[in-house]
């Protein structure tokens, strides 16, 4: 069975930086792509960052309109991990950030939209 651990949340101040990180475990075959989600409070689930497989033909790392410049993604192949580092953190980026991943498994269909962490707590704050 797939799962997704989160690590690396909690408080930072304006201006500050932090680093997620997002280890998958289990039977898996392949990672098409690893990416970070965000859920502000009274808003929708909101994609930040993808990292999509390099070998597909629109590979490589993309960005929110809101994070560029400022967060960036990074993967490690050798251990199914994908890692976000936030710099220049601002109080509208506190949010539960969620670790995903569109991944074949060895022995089990994939669930749609692909497998989740239990998402972590980002606070920005002075």
């Known amino acids: 069975q797939v799962r997704l651990e989160e690590s690396g949340g909690g408080l930072a101040q304006p201006g500050g930086s932090m680093r997620l990180s997002c280890t998958a475990s289990?039977?898996?075959?392949?990672?098409?792509?690893m990416a970070w989600f965000r859920r502000i409070p009274g808003k929708e689930r909101e994609l930040v960052a993808i990292?999509?497989?390099?070998?597909?033909?629109?590979?490589?790392?993309k960005y929110a309109e809101a994070v560029k410049g400022r967060f960036s993604i990074s993967k490690d192949d050798s251990t199914n991990s994908v890692y976000l580092q936030m710099d220049r953190l601002r109080p509208d980026d506190t949010a539960v950030y969620y670790c995903?991943?569109?991944?074949?498994?060895?022995?089990?269909?994939?669930?749609?939209?692909?497998?989740w962490g239990l998402g972590t707590q980002v606070t920005v704050s002075a």
């Open positions: 995903n991943m569109d991944l074949v498994a060895r022995f089990d269909p994939p669930p749609p939209g692909g497998y």
């Open positions: 289990g039977d898996i075959f392949k990672i098409h792509a």
């Open positions: 990292y999509i497989d390099d070998e597909m033909k629109e590979g490589g790392p």
